[in-house]
């Protein structure tokens, strides 16, 4: 199932690494992977990136009002990397133990459903991970105030409820929901806000903007897997609304950050200079044509594009306002 932003990190890793030979890797042949490689298969590195965006444009918009402060800006960034990492490993197990992960998968191999790792591994791993994220979070409430535990608790809980627990929220069509609040709205609202100590009508509008294309790269995971996800009983929103309405769903959402970006600078809300980020637009075009032209297992590509749309568009966007200062 899908990890909050993306299931899988591209096309073909665990192939390239040779893990389509499971029976290699479960004997410990010469083809098995070292344990330094599994969890690193496991944490799905691909999918960081695009984490990432959301503090990289609240941390541009606090230096722009004149906020920025290092420690709390890398702080943010440690936490949504940590709670993507937590995430990866809380739906690597949790889709094994519920079968919805099986040999068929059309993603790159999963280290439970493989046997590259047990279950008691990659639950422990998320602990650790977990604990982590909230140790930074200790600092982070000793700068901000007690409103940060309430944000972490909240983000942690839906983490792990995003295929775990007695609802899990991607298997009833809230998947686009939870990564929209936790990866746009609260990433660059909640890293602006740990610098400055205030919110911005701005910073929210930047949270749309790159809400909407991390939230396309759980649409294009549900389109690839749509047909496993119905066999499943997986009632994900590209299950409810068939394969056509989700590729509009999809180039919306792709077309969100562009739009909402100059009309900002049309009103003077952003200076000129964060046109900027309009130079990731072919990424983001080429992503669009493959999400209506293909099916299945070739839109591991779209989905790492899509992850590259958002993470280039925040960069070009931060580059925009430090040039216009």
């Known amino acids: 199932m899908k990890g909050p932003v993306g299931r899988e990190d591209g096309a073909g890793l665990g192939d390239r690494a040779g893990l389509g030979d499971r ?14 490689h599994r969890w690193w298969l496991a944490i799905r590195p691909k999918t960081l990136p695009a984490a990432g965006a959301g503090v990289i444009t609240g941390t541009a918009l606090a230096w722009r009002d004149g906020g920025f402060s290092v420690g709390p800006a890398l702080a943010a960034l440690a936490v949504a990397l940590l709670l993507q990492i937590a995430s990866n490993l809380a739906n690597d197990v949790y889709d094994a133990e519920r079968g919805a992960d099986t040999a068929d998968r059309l993603g790159p191999v999963r280290v439970t459903q493989s046997g590259l790792l047990s279950r008691g591994q990659v639950k422990h791993g998320m602990v650790i991970v977990l604990a982590l994220a909230l140790a930074i979070g200790v600092y982070l409430t000793f700068v901000r105030g007690p409103l940060v535990v309430v944000v972490g608790v909240a983000a942690v809980v839906a983490a792990l409820a995003y295929t775990g627990g007695p609802y899990p929220l991607g298997y009833h069509g809230l998947g686009e929901v939870f990564v929209f ?3 746009g709205l609260t990433a660059v609202v909640g890293t602006y806000w740990v610098q400055t100590g205030a ?18 790269i759980i649409v294009v995971n549900n389109l690839r897997d749509i047909e496993q996800d119905r066999a ?18 999809y180039a919306l959402l792709m077309a969100v950050p562009y739009a909402l970006l100059t009309i900002l600078v049309l009103t003077s809300d952003l200076p000129l200079a964060a046109l900027l980020a309009w130079l990731s637009l072919p990424l983001a075009l080429r992503a669009t044509r493959r999400v209506f032209l293909q099916t ?10 899509t992850g590259q749309t958002a993470i280039v568009y925040s960069a070009l966007f931060a580059l925009g306002l430090l040039l216009a200062h």
């Open 23 to 36: 029976a290699g890797v479960a004997g410990g042949g010469r083809g098995a992977p070292t344990m330094l």
């Open 181 to 183: 609040l936790f990866f």
């Open 296 to 305: 299945g297992r070739a839109l591991n590509l779209a989905l790492a594009e």
């Open 232 to 249: 499943a009983g997986k009632r994900t929103v590209a299950v409810r609304i068939g394969v056509r309405a989700t590729r509009w769903e």
């Open 199 to 216: 919110t911005s009508l701005l910073a929210w509008l930047m949270a749309v903007a790159v809400g909407a294309p991390v939230t396309a």
